[in-house]
């Protein structure tokens, strides 16, 4: 919510209307970004230029970038100096290896004939990249693959070094361990990844504290060098002196200002799963404050306390807080990732506004309301925001929802769609969110044109304002090469996440950073 700010309604990524800069990024990631006293705070993946995930700063008048820190917390993992720098060499010549492999692969694609597959080919055989079984991609072949590296190399998995289990297989979804955003007190920017790394930098690049921890290396049953993408996806949260976040199978609370462990709660062991990619969000419920996590997962703030959850009515996706009654939850539903039971097969649909009560260690939820008039409206990619009484959900355009009866106030229905837009912010009384055209709002492009958003403005009564364009980069020089490694399309972040700061607003791209503002 940005009552204050007063962002464009109009530009145009081709023309160049109302955008100020465009800042491309040291390599791509899925994860949102926030804007802070003049500066722009953001994830970058590892295995390109950085062995690491990077924190990244820009000048958010200039869109310069000012300084980017490597994530590093292998001193933590491997206390001898001289092990730790065979595992550091072991996993800098594992990802030089993927590098490789995934050239050779798009050479083998944009072989012109069987002459030029076949010099391709027998380089991958001679490298190890190649196998005669049909039913196992290549880099399973690899002593030095992702499938094979906790046999071969069980000290990268111990040492909390892995790609998630989506990345393994190449050009299809992967979070990666950068897609959580970071939050920031004004003073100090946070950070938590997939890896299991927390971190704390000043504004200058000074880093004030690192912690890592080894427990939860991904699914149940899997090792230690196995990520689940979900599991390492949801976003962390400043809640008084505590930096707490939510990843993989332990819910953590740091002091902010040391970065030693306050409370943790164990996800595995009270039995409750992690896939979901929801962020958690505190409530205040009969006076005291309770940490909400999909699963679900209830903890009283501040001793980090488990509620036990009764009746859950399983509706869940995104969670947003009635900022009014902060008792009430907003759930949008979601199918495979929002919990809802047998992706989407349940008795409470959502959206769905659900009320909670304490009872002694009991979390009681009363659902009062669920579907738009009666019916279930579940997607991978919904959103909804809560204002002033009002809830705006997004389904191929803006639903205006009364809170408390879920009654459509106004707003046309549309068909749903894994490819519903999603609402991001409310500024100056207007909404901004993704379009609904192509996946999760964008227009994958798998040759060297652009990729192309749309990015809709919408009246608090639902009327569309405005259809907006940006526009990523051509797929050539620097970009087609980390495209090449990164072995996915032409698009816009998962969802194209985004941030407003005063008048103007901040877009993260898979390649680039946008700036829109009133020229």
Same mark, same amino acid.
């Given at each position: 919510?940005?009552?204050?700010?007063?962002?464009?309604?109009?530009?145009?990524?081709?023309?160049?209307?109302?955008?100020?800069?465009?800042?491309?990024?040291?390599?791509?990631?899925?994860?949102?970004?926030?804007?802070?006293?003049?500066?722009?705070?953001?994830?970058?993946?590892?295995?390109?230029?950085?062995?690491?995930?990077?924190?990244?700063?820009?000048?958010?008048?200039?869109?310069?970038?000012?300084?980017?820190?490597?994530?590093?917390?292998?001193?933590?993992?491997?206390?001898?100096?001289?092990?730790?720098?065979?595992?550091?060499?072991?996993?800098?010549?594992?990802?030089?290896?993927?590098?490789?492999?995934?050239?050779?692969?798009?050479?083998?694609?944009?072989?012109?004939?069987?002459?030029?597959?076949?010099?391709?080919?027998?380089?991958?055989?001679?490298?190890?990249?190649?196998?005669?079984?049909?039913?196992?991609?290549?880099?399973?072949?690899?002593?030095?693959?992702?499938?094979?590296?906790?046999?071969?190399?069980?000290?990268?998995?111990?040492?909390?070094?892995?790609?998630?289990?989506?990345?393994?297989?190449?050009?299809?979804?992967?979070?990666?361990?950068?897609?959580?955003?970071?939050?920031?007190?004004?003073?100090?920017?946070?950070?938590?990844?997939?890896?299991?790394?927390?971190?704390?930098?000043?504004?200058?690049?000074?880093?004030?504290?690192?912690?890592?921890?080894?427990?939860?290396?991904?699914?149940?049953?899997?090792?230690?060098?196995?990520?689940?993408?979900?599991?390492?996806?949801?976003?962390?949260?400043?809640?008084?002196?505590?930096?707490?976040?939510?990843?993989?199978?332990? $819910?953590?609370? #740091? /002091?902010? !200002? *040391? &970065? +030693? =462990?306050?409370?943790?709660?164990?996800?595995? %062991?009270?039995?409750?799963?992690?896939?979901?990619?929801?962020?958690?969000?505190?409530?205040?419920?009969?006076?005291?404050?309770?940490?909400?996590?999909?699963?679900?997962?209830?903890?009283?703030?501040?001793?980090?306390?488990?509620?036990?959850?009764?009746?859950?009515?399983?509706?869940?996706?995104?969670?947003?807080?009635?900022?009014?009654?902060?008792?009430?939850?907003?759930?949008?539903?979601?199918?495979?990732?929002?919990?809802?039971?047998?992706?989407?097969?349940?008795?409470?649909?959502?959206?769905?506004?659900?009320?909670?009560?304490?009872?002694?260690?009991?979390?009681?939820?009363?659902?009062?309301?669920?579907?738009?008039?009666?019916?279930?409206?579940?997607?991978?990619?919904?959103?909804?925001?809560?204002?002033?009484?009002?809830?705006?959900?997004?389904?191929?355009? $803006?639903?205006? #929802? /009364?809170? !408390? *009866? &879920? +009654? =459509?106030?106004?707003?046309?229905?549309?068909? %749903?769609?894994?490819?519903?837009?999603?609402?991001?912010?409310?500024?100056?009384?207007?909404?901004?969110?993704?379009?609904?055209?192509?996946?999760?709002?964008?227009?994958?492009?798998?040759?060297?044109?652009?990729?192309?958003?749309?990015?809709?403005?919408?009246?608090?009564?639902?009327?569309?304002?405005?259809?907006?364009?940006?526009?990523?980069?051509?797929?050539?020089?620097?970009?087609?090469?980390?495209?090449?490694?990164?072995?996915?399309?032409?698009?816009?972040?998962?969802?194209?996440?985004?941030?407003?700061?005063?008048?103007?607003?901040?877009?993260?791209?898979?390649?680039?950073?946008?700036?829109?503002?009133?020229?």
């Amino acid at each position: 919510m940005y009552p204050n700010s007063n962002p464009p309604v109009e530009w145009d990524g081709k023309t160049g209307t109302n955008i100020l800069w465009q800042t491309p990024l040291p390599y791509v990631s899925y994860g949102g970004l926030i804007a802070v006293k003049n500066r722009v705070f953001l994830m970058s993946e590892f295995g390109y230029q950085s062995d690491f995930p990077e924190l990244v700063c820009m000048d958010a008048t200039t869109g310069k970038r000012l300084w980017k820190r490597e994530i590093n917390h292998l001193a933590l993992a491997v206390q001898d100096a001289a092990e730790r720098q065979k595992v550091a060499t072991v996993w800098h010549d594992h990802l030089a290896w993927r590098r490789e492999y995934m050239t050779l692969k798009a050479e083998l694609a944009g072989a012109a004939d069987e002459a030029a597959r076949a010099v391709v080919t027998e380089t991958m055989k001679t490298k190890g990249m190649w196998t005669a079984d049909k039913k196992a991609t290549p880099e399973k072949a690899s002593p030095l693959s992702h499938w094979r590296m906790g046999k071969e190399h069980p000290e990268i998995g111990k040492a909390g070094l892995f790609f998630d289990a989506w990345r393994g297989s190449y050009g299809g979804w992967w979070p990666g361990a950068t897609f959580a955003t970071p939050c920031s007190d004004g003073e100090f920017v946070y950070i938590a990844t997939a890896w299991r790394q927390y971190a704390c930098f000043d504004f200058n690049g000074n880093q004030k504290w690192l912690q890592w921890f080894p427990q939860g290396g991904g699914r149940p049953g899997k090792s230690a060098d196995y990520g689940d993408g979900c599991g390492g996806s949801r976003s962390p949260l400043l809640w008084g002196d505590l930096f707490i976040a939510d990843t993989f199978g332990w $819910v953590r609370a #740091l /002091d902010r !200002k *040391t &970065g +030693k =462990v306050v409370w943790e709660v164990s996800r595995d %062991a009270l039995g409750i799963g992690q896939h979901e990619i929801t962020s958690p969000v505190v409530m205040t419920i009969g006076g005291v404050d309770v940490l909400w996590c999909n699963g679900p997962l209830a903890i009283r703030l501040p001793e980090g306390k488990p509620l036990k959850v009764e009746n859950w009515p399983n509706s869940g996706m995104m969670a947003v807080l009635n900022t009014d009654e902060r008792d009430t939850l907003f759930l949008t539903g979601g199918g495979e990732h929002g919990a809802w039971a047998d992706k989407g097969h349940g008795t409470n649909p959502p959206p769905a506004a659900v009320k909670f009560m304490i009872e002694g260690d009991a979390l009681k939820p009363t659902v009062l309301w669920s579907g738009i008039d009666g019916k279930g409206l579940p997607s991978n990619c919904a959103t909804l925001a809560y204002d002033a009484g009002k809830v705006y959900y997004s389904n191929r355009g $803006v639903q205006v #929802l /009364d809170a !408390k *009866t &879920g +009654k =459509v106030l106004s707003g046309a229905a549309k068909k %749903a769609a894994a490819a519903t837009g999603s609402i991001y912010a409310i500024a100056n009384g207007r909404i901004y969110g993704t379009g609904a055209g192509g996946e999760h709002g964008c227009e994958k492009r798998k040759d060297d044109l652009e990729a192309k958003v749309s990015m809709d403005v919408f009246s608090l009564d639902g009327k569309q304002l405005a259809v907006n364009a940006l526009y990523g980069p051509k797929l050539e020089g620097e970009f087609k090469t980390m495209q090449t490694v990164a072995g996915i399309p032409n698009w816009f972040s998962y969802s194209m996440p985004f941030t407003v700061d005063g008048d103007r607003l901040y877009v993260r791209g898979c390649w680039m950073v946008y700036c829109i503002g009133a020229k």
